[in-house]
Nanobody, 114 residues
Framework: QVQLVESGGGSVQAGKSLRLSCAAS????????MGWYRQAPGEQRELVAE???????VYADAVKGRFTISRDNTDNTVYLQMNSLKPEDTAVYYC????????WGKGTLVTVSS
């Protein structure tokens, strides 16, 4: 049974930082593309960042230079370090694992106030 469990969300003021974690189980973690998506109220879900199995990373333009994705293949965990947060970063953040199939976590809420 595949499980992706996010943690680290919360409420912060603009300019502050948060670090999201996603613990994966039930998959061969090191071969999966791990990513973070987000969905703001009334908006479509969008890609935030991805880290491939060979270490390449991709970021949405809106978060480049502020967010950093990293993965620990020994601990089956992917992280999203979010710095200089803005109110427009407010959303539910979802962890994903993609290879032959795509798996999703249940999400963690990030609220950024001005």
């Amino acid at each position: 049974q595949v499980q992706l469990v996010e943690s680290g969300g919360g409420s912060v003021q603009a300019g502050k930082s948060l670090r999201l974690s996603c613990a994966a189980s039930g998959i061969l973690f090191e071969i999966y593309v791990m990513g973070w998506y987000r969905q703001a109220p009334g908006e479509q879900r969008e890609l935030v960042a991805e880290a491939t199995d060979d270490g390449e990373t991709v970021y949405a333009d809106a978060v480049k230079g502020r967010f950093t994705i990293s993965r620990d293949n020994t601990d089956n965990t992917v992280y999203l370090q979010m710095n200089s947060l803005k109110p427009e970063d407010t959303a539910v953040y979802y962890c994903t694992a993609r290879r032959y199939s795509a798996y999703w976590g249940k999400g963690t809420l990030v609220t950024v106030s001005s």
